[in-house]
């Protein structure tokens, strides 16, 4: 019986040894197959497109951000008409050049291992690509995300364009980072600021891009009594506080995200004039794929647009008379019109906000989850002296690990969504004109109608090792918001009042909104 007994026992534990065989096998040849669909990818797309020196002439300069220049092409070749590059940067600084490395980290494949695609990627333009592709288009929506493809770029090619493009970059940008000269790939991607027949249309094509920024406050219990401002005033507006008293900025913006956000055309309308009166980098006008308005990044839009604001923007006017029929003192209004309509009818702002209400525990909390995946002390709750928020905090120290990761995942997807970029672009409409590629609009003021579409760009995943910096950002800015409020002033930052902002350009006014 005994004898029995040991022989069903041998016997289950062989056919649960052959089930993990065969399970490994599975597993392998799973592994193996999208490994393989990978590289013969990565084959032909070396195979098909790489851009030598001689190709720089036909590329130009776009713009850029923290971590990518963006070029335009002007040349012939059909494989890049209507397309733009995006192509990495390398900090000057050895300290930041860590935090952009190119592959994943060992704690970044635990955030992530759920998606095998990103787990193999073997440079940052994949990474991009897949990110796009596989995180942000099921929450986004496939009808407004392009991830883009690589194509291969030769050392000799980056060279070159830095060169042609040094002069045009802002100073700080170029003070801050260079061409990433020994990287194999680029990203290559629709230019959204065109139309696909705009190139052989008569019409004139006009994009705006728009960084929204937060759309909504914080709602957490974790966010410290002393950061309870965070709750009143929109994280952009305290961040305008804190540029400006760093002198990273000359004047303050008057857009809040919560108008943009708010679903009142009113309030949109007003959201789109205060962009339009001070630019940063939050707003781009372009005219048939060419910049035409709006700042590159640089510390005053004024380094850019040689002339006062009021200039601007009667020079802005004159060039959308082919495209808006309204008289010069009722364009730039029509235009604000017409952006407004197309946020409002879309509802890609609805979208983008839930994703960036994904961050439900605020930075302040989040960041708890990020020591537990490191496995490492938290530096956080080292420093807490208020014993309800000790307790309070520990509540992350005791989740699953699982948990944890996905607090701190959702967390970074909500920050891709907070950092990135809309592009509207529209094109007239001829009378009779139907076409069922696009959406389209009807403009009141000028009886006009428009075809439109909508993307999202720089969608980029954020760096697990950027948590402690975002962390970090958020209790500067918070402090300095705080340091110079004026206390008669309810909510008026000191810098604010001293910065005097401009009020309007062109026919545009703007007056504080009243927030519901």
């Not at 990565?42 to 002439?57: G, V, W």
Request: negative net charge; proline residues 3%.
């Amino acid at each position: 019986m005994a004898g029995t007994a040991m022989r069903n026992s041998g016997s289950e534990v062989s056919i649960i040894s052959l089930k993990l065989v065969i399970f490994v096998d599975c597993l392998g040849l799973w592994v193996f197959s999208i490994l393989t669909n990978v590289q013969w990818l990565q084959l032909f797309i070396n195979m098909e497109l790489i851009l030598e020196k001689e190709d720089a002439d036909d590329w130009l300069y776009r713009g850029e951000g923290a971590a990518n220049l963006v070029l335009g092409y002007s040349g012939s070749s059909s494989a890049f008409v209507g397309k733009v590059i995006r192509v990495p940067k390398a900090p000057l600084k050895k300290s930041e050049a860590v935090i952009s490395a190119t592959m994943l980290t060992t704690h970044e494949q635990l955030l992530w291992k759920d998606m095998l695609e990103l787990m193999i990627c073997s440079s940052k333009e994949m990474i991009s690509h897949f990110f796009a592709l596989h995180v942000m288009c099921p929450l986004l929506g496939y009808t407004h995300i392009d991830a883009g493809r690589q194509v291969r770029v030769s050392k000799e090619f980056l060279e070159e364009v830095e060169k042609r493009i040094i002069g045009l970059r802002p100073v700080w940008r170029v003070d801050a980072a260079k061409v990433n000269t020994f990287c194999d790939y680029a990203l290559l991607m629709p230019d959204h600021s065109l139309f696909s027949h705009g190139l052989l249309s008569e019409s004139h094509c006009i994009a705006v891009e728009v960084k929204p920024k937060c759309g909504f406050l914080p709602f957490s219990s974790f966010i410290a009594e002393a950061n309870a401002i965070k709750k009143k005033v929109s994280r952009f507006k305290m961040h305008q506080a804190h540029k400006f008293h760093q002198g990273e900025i000359s004047e303050l913006s008057l857009y809040d995200p919560l108008d943009l956000f708010s679903g009142s055309k009113e309030r949109m309308s007003h959201a789109l004039g205060s962009l339009f009166t001070t630019p940063q980098n939050n707003f781009h006008v372009f005219l048939d794929g060419l910049l035409i308005y709006g700042g590159l990044g640089g510390y005053s839009e004024a380094t850019y647009f040689l002339m006062d604001a009021c200039e601007r923007g009667k020079e802005f006017v004159s060039m959308l008379d082919g495209v808006i029929k309204a008289s010069n003192d009722m364009r730039l209004s029509s235009f604000i019109e017409l952006v407004t309509e197309a946020f409002h009818h879309s509802g890609v702002l609805n979208k983008l906000l839930e994703v960036q209400k994904l961050d439900l525990f605020d930075i302040e909390g989040a960041i708890h989850a990020y020591y537990d995946i490191i496995s490492q002390p938290c530096n956080i709750c080292k420093n807490l002296h208020d014993e309800e928020m000790i307790q309070r905090c520990s509540f992350f120290h005791s989740l699953p690990l699982e948990e944890s990761l996905k607090i701190v995942r959702e967390y970074l997807i909500s920050v891709t969504a907070k950092d990135c970029s809309v592009m509207i672009s529209f094109q007239p409409r001829r009378a009779g004109e139907m076409d069922d590629i696009y959406d389209s609009i009807y403009l009141t003021s000028t009886s006009q109608s428009f075809n439109y579409k909508v993307h999202f760009i720089d969608l980029d995943m954020k760096p697990l090792k950027k948590m402690v910096y975002h962390y970090e950002l958020d209790q500067k800015i918070t402090s300095c918001y705080r340091m110079h409020m004026v206390k008669a002033g309810a909510g008026n930052c000191e810098c604010v009042q001293n910065a005097e902002p401009r009020t309007g350009v062109i026919g545009i006014k703007h007056e504080q909104s009243n927030k519901v």
